[in-house]
Each structure stands twice: as structure tokens, then as C-alpha cells.
């Protein structure tokens, strides 16, 4: 594949200068030069150039060497420095698809004062820790993200890179497979190494969870995946003293541009309720008929030491902040205990919730789809039967 700019037509306008997510093309003596090193070939310019002055050649090539890719590696989200849960469930299932394949495990992270961080991760079974640090990637920028991610898997080739299937990993790994020209597989529930040919056999939901789908990467590399939370089991430390290797990666300015800026970031919700990590929850449908309902939930939540989850037509009313909203566009969790109240259950809410190991459902309808998953049922309104179990629950343990 060639970029080239056809010089008798371009007056040097600048339009592909701004169109340009890799910053690689400058404008001199009217004439626009762009950075090979830095282009991937978008098409950005090509689309903003009015007068057609860049082209974009496609030539056949031979297919490349696979065998130069090796290693698994984790993307080590984190958040001021605090590395996020999911990233030491896909160490773990990392670390076996490492061994299976007879490689490397590395965690890559990006971020800035990772010090701490770092240290950390170096503590699980890991080989490497890669650190790209600057001040430009302390708050997370997707574009910002992706081009320092690509430029880095370009740079060493990873034959597998894995990242959890969170906010920021669902945001932005998909523009890190455009840009290096491999898949991604989204929201992946089981991962495992082929034993006859060594691939990446990704399997997800599929159709709203009624389809399993296993999807392969055979052609190009890295193999990607995004994985749920609360899917495999957080990875142990190390036993023995030994710690992963650290290695500093030398940041890259160039990569550092965005067509964005951050001007302040607001704490909300997620802040102080992470019903990810909740090992109780209770939901609350559109079966609770009005938001001021939500405080039974609350109260029920609170005696039992839990979290308040909810349906996505909760949320969409306005009952309650998103932060709370669990299915397949909203939290996958996998509470030991999941109280459903006034939710029908559909196939798009037990995606988020079904691998909880207790499920208790309270709904009108003794037909909602909910009670085909709950290990325990109450057929009634749920209005009338959560403060009975709240009511019952403080009196067996003895509170007012």
C-alpha cells in the first residue's frame, strides 16, 4: 500500500492536516508532505481533500511472516494508577494462554506516575511489565490511546493482545485493530489455544446471548479480545519473591496529538458505587412502577451489605444513573447474591447477570423470563415483598 500527494493539484489548503489522526502530514511551500513513518493509511485525507490531490495505491504484497509475532500480552488498564480488577482476571487466562503457546506474558499500561503500579503488577505472574509513561496520558484520550498502543504493537508484535471489555477497553480497541489491520473480538466469555494450529479460538455472545460464536484470526496479528469482568477468576501472586521484569518504554510526542481536550473530569457515581465489584446485588426493574421505589431497594441493599443494580429501562426513565445499569449495554457482574425485583428478565439483562451464583427474581408475572435463570422465585409485587425481607432480615439479626 502507497500514499502519495499529486502535486499539481494540491494548493496546500491544509484540510488533510486536520483530518489527519496521526498528525503526519505538514503543509510547505503549498504543498502537503506527508510522514510515512507516522501515516496508517486511514484514508482521512484522502476523504477531506476536495481538490483529489491524495491518492491511496493499494499494491498486492506477499503475505506477511506471522512466526516474527510472539507473546501474549494484557493491556493494564488503570485509573490513577490504580490498576482496574479485570486486568488480573486476563492475567491469569493469560498466563495459560501463554503457556500454551510456549511464550511470554507481558502486561502493557500507559498512563503517567506508574511507579506504583507497575510495582504491582510486577508482583503477579507476569514476564514483563511494559511502562509508557508521559504527562499527556494521565487522564485516558481514546485517539491518544490507540495510536501509542498501535505504535507500540507495531514496534514489538505481540501475537496476542487482550484487554478487558470495560468503558475504556470497549472504546478503544477497536481503533487499535484499525490502525495495526487486525480483528477484534468483542466481549469474549472463554478463550483458548488451538491445539493443531496455535490460534486464538474467541468465543462470545452472540444475537443477544441466544448464540455462542467462536471467531478465529487466522490472516493477520495480533490477535485481539476484549474481555468481560467477573469471567475467569482474578489471578494469585507469585509464591516465590520473584518479581516481573519492568521496562520502560521511550515515549513518542509525535503520538501524543488529539482532537480532543479534556477540560476538567467530573467524579460521578462509578466513584463510590462499583457494582462490578459487589458480591450482593439488588436490581430494580421497571416492575418498581416509580423512582422514589428505589430507596426500598436501597435500604434492602444496604441491611444485606450490597450494592442497587438496575435494568436498562430503569436507567433510560431517568429512575437512576447509568453507573447502576447491568446487561449487555450497561455492567456484567457476578455477585455470590442477585435480587431481581420488578425485572422481566430479558435475554439483553441476563447477559449481564446469569453466571451470578444466586439468583432471586420477584416479579407479578409468574411467565417472565427471569424466573427460566433464578434459583429462587416469589411471584408477587415486589413493592410489598422487599420491605418483608428487609423487615425479616434486621429482626433474625437482631436490629430494629
Known sequence: MAIRVIEYKCNGCGLCIKSCPQAAITVDNKLAIIDLELCNYCGSCVSACRLRAIAIEIEKQAKEDLSRYKGVWVFG???RGKIAPVVLELIGIG??????RGSELAVVVLGDKLDKAAAELAEYPVDKVYVYEAPELALYDGERYSRVLSDVVRELKPEILLAGATTTGRSFMSRVAVQVYSGLTADCTSLAVGKDDGL????????GGNVMATILCPYTRPQMATVRHKVFP????RNSGMKAQIVRLKPKPQLFGSSSEILDFIEQCEATVNIVEADIIVSGGRGIQDPANFALLE??????GGAVGASRAAVDAGW???CHQVGQTGKTVCPKL??????????QHQAGMSSSET????????????FQIADFGFVGDCLEIVPLLTKKIKAMRGEA
Open 77 to 79: 488498564e488503570q485509573f
Open 95 to 100: 498466563r495459560r494462554l501463554a503457556d500454551d
Open 200 to 207: 486464538l479460538y474467541q468465543t462470545r455472545p452472540a444475537y
Open 234 to 237: 482474578t489471578s494469585p501472586r
Open 299 to 304: 435500604e434492602l441493599a444496604k441491611t444485606l
Open 320 to 322: 437512576i444513573p447509568y
Open 338 to 347: 442477585y435480587i431481581a425485583c420488578g425485572i422481566s428478565g430479558a435475554v
Open 359 to 370: 439468583i432471586i427474581a420477584i416479579n407479578k408475572d409468574p411467565d417472565a423470563p427471569i
